[in-house]
């Protein structure tokens, strides 16, 4: 059987990267936050999709380090947002 690559994991590792820096700019930490969101959900479609047929390993590798930075980066974002609403950091 041929193993192809896991379909979005690219795009869950490039959310998931992004998601950290923008979480520290200002105006951007709500995007973060849904970039972020967005990448764990990718990475979650695509563990149902892992089930059914066989992917190549560093596909599978690409969207577990996108979760992971996802994870911190909708962390991150949401803490800066909360300390940007509650004026904290003015």
Do not use: D
């Amino acid at each position: 059987m041929e193993q192809r690559s896991l379909p979005l994991s690219l795009v869950t590792l490039v959310f998931g990267a992004l998601s950290i820096p923008l979480a520290f700019a200002r105006q951007l930490c709500v995007p973060a936050l849904i970039m972020g969101v967005l990448a764990m959900i990718f990475h979650l479609l695509g563990r149902r999709m892992q089930r059914r047929k066989k992917y190549t390993a560093g596909s599978i590798n690409r969207s577990k380090w996108g979760f992971r930075l996802a994870l911190l980066g909708s962390l991150s974002a949401l803490a800066m947002w909360v300390l940007w609403a509650t004026g904290v950091l003015l």
